[in-house]
């Protein structure tokens, strides 16, 4: 099982990709297009070109995951532009916002942290 933790680095490739690839191909792409290695841990996040669809991969130490979501109606409301790099870096609350197909970059949350105060 796959347990998605605050310390996880998310990258989100911008490009589509085609959705016939495992993930030999996956990972391919990560080395070439996102010039990440696929064995660090990291979460590799996809989608197909019509955005009915996206596979996530991430490496456990022991393999590989691939999971996928395919809508059964619509497409994924919120996806990188192409004006930016290769890849757009998630948080962890960003990535379970996309994969309920919301906009990330519109929830209201609260700062990931905040400074301590020293005085009471």
């Known amino acids: 099982m796959i347990q998605l933790t605050p310390q996880m680095r998310i990258l989100v490739?911008?490009?589509?990709?085609?959705?016939?690839?495992?993930?030999?191909?996956?990972?391919?792409?990560?080395?070439?297009r996102i010039k990440s290695d696929p064995f660090s841990g990291c979460v590799f996040v996809f989608c197909n070109k019509k955005k009915t669809a996206i596979k996530i991969i991430t490496y456990d130490g022991q393999g590989f995951w691939l999971c996928q979501k395919r809508l059964?109606?619509?497409?994924?409301?919120?996806?990188?532009?192409?004006?930016q790099s290769g890849i757009c870096?998630?948080?962890?609350?960003?990535?379970?916002?996309?994969i309920w197909n919301g906009n990330p970059q519109n929830a209201q949350v609260a700062p990931q942290w905040r400074k301590i105060l020293t005085e009471f």
């Open 13 to 32: 490739a911008v490009e589509p990709v085609d959705f016939r690839k495992g993930i030999d191909g996956l990972t391919k792409i990560c080395r070439q």
């Open 72 to 83: 059964s109606q619509g497409t994924f409301q919120w996806w990188p532009d192409k004006s």
């Open 89 to 98: 870096p998630l948080a962890v609350h960003e990535l379970q916002l996309l």
